[in-house]
């Protein structure tokens, strides 16, 4: 008696194609984790390996060239630090509040005074400092360049005007407009209760001046490259000037003033850093000047910690910034290339 052959069951249509959706849909999901995953993976995996194999064979100064792992042991007493000072700020407000009370207890017209914590900036506090202080800068920098640009744009006479002056100051290193503004901050904002400290201004400033000519040139570039179609419509319509920049120049020019954006936004950022540490006003480059100047073991591996988060939040500025053009701009295909 011959055995009969095991014959592979016949799939319908639907099957056969829901087999195949499936497979098309796994290698998808593969190719995407491949390059969102995988490849930078491998990448930083040979970067560090890299780093560590330059820092073995680096003697300075004040001794090895840190690693991976010593930077990593440096980030993590630098977050120790930090809550080691926020626990003795919380102590010293406790005290004030018993001290206080007691002084009520004793005469309730006493006049009681609560003083603030004067201790010493953490890193974190660093961090905090400089991206508040690029973000204003960066505010007022767009707030001045998108409106210039725009005018720009539309008026052929007023950007032959400004043109020159822009052309003359876009190239100025952001670290000449220091000592200037560092002198007119100081002869102009006089105040007994100052709402910010002239060192903020001071360093926000100079970031502005440096944040306002790629905004500037993109903008401009972007509103009188606006396709002579939609102009034409919008005077055959006969739009108002506000309702013709509102419904037709912003959006068509918007990819390219995000263009000026996200230029301006890491160029303040850089410039901040190197203003800090020069002017010595608070923020991550002030932290790096000062643990240069310490001179201890671990004072290169804390510098490397702060240029490792110096670029990380870089990165993360920019991905903010496409994402916020994504969500905006009619220019969904924006990458950050």
């Known amino acids: 008696m011959s055995a009969t ?22 290698r998808l999901l593969m190719d995407r984790a491949i ?30 060239f840190p690693g991976p792992n010593q930077v990593w042991e440096q980030s993590k007493s630098l977050v120790t630090e ?3 000072e926020r626990s003795k700020e919380t102590a010293f407000y406790q005290r004030q509040e018993v001290r206080n009370a007691k002084k009520l207890a004793d005469d309730p017209s006493a006049t009681v005074k609560i ?10 506090d660093q961090i905090f400092t400089s991206l508040l202080t690029v973000a204003f800068g960066f505010m007022v920098a767009t707030l001045v360049a ?12 007023l950007y032959r005007c400004i043109n020159p002056i822009i052309q003359t100051f876009k190239p100025v290193s952001p670290l000449a407009w220091l000592p200037l503004v560092t002198m ?39 509103v009188a490259s606006i396709d002579r179609d939609l102009i034409n419509v919008s ?14 120049v912003i959006p068509s020019a918007i990819p390219l003033i995000f263009t000026g954006l996200r230029l301006s936004l ?33 004072s290169l591996g804390r510098i490397m910690v702060a240029v490792l988060v110096i670029g990380i939040i870089g990165f993360i500025l920019d991905s903010l910034m496409l994402a916020l053009q994504k969500h905006l701009s009619w220019d969904k295909q924006a990458t950050l290339r």
């Open 266 to 298: 890491a160029t303040g950022w850089m410039v901040l850093i190197a203003a800090e540490m020069l002017a010595q006003n608070p923020g991550l480059g002030k932290f790096i000047w000062d643990e240069f100047q310490n001179g201890s073991s671990n």
């Open 5 to 26: 052959p095991l014959t592979k069951p016949v799939l319908s249509k639907k099957a056969q194609f829901r087999e195949l959706f499936n497979v098309a849909t796994l």
């Open 235 to 248: 005077r055959v319509l006969r739009l108002g000037s506000l309702v013709h920049i509102r419904k037709v």
């Open 115 to 124: 003083r603030s914590y004067t201790g010493k900036a953490t890193f974190l």
């Open 82 to 84: 930090h809550r080691r």
């Open 146 to 157: 998108v409106p210039l640009g725009i005018l720009c744009g539309l008026s052929e006479s």
């Open 184 to 222: 007119v901050v100081s002869a102009l904002y006089v105040s007994d209760d100052p709402l910010f400290d002239k060192a903020f201004l001071t360093s926000a400033f100079t970031v502005a001046l440096c944040c306002l000519w790629p905004t500037v040139v993109n903008t401009i570039v972007g």
């Open 35 to 64: 390059k969102m995953l995988a490849l930078p993976g491998f990448g930083i995996l040979v970067f560090l390996f890299l780093w560590q194999l330059l820092a073995n064979n680096i003697i300075t100064s004040l001794g090895q």
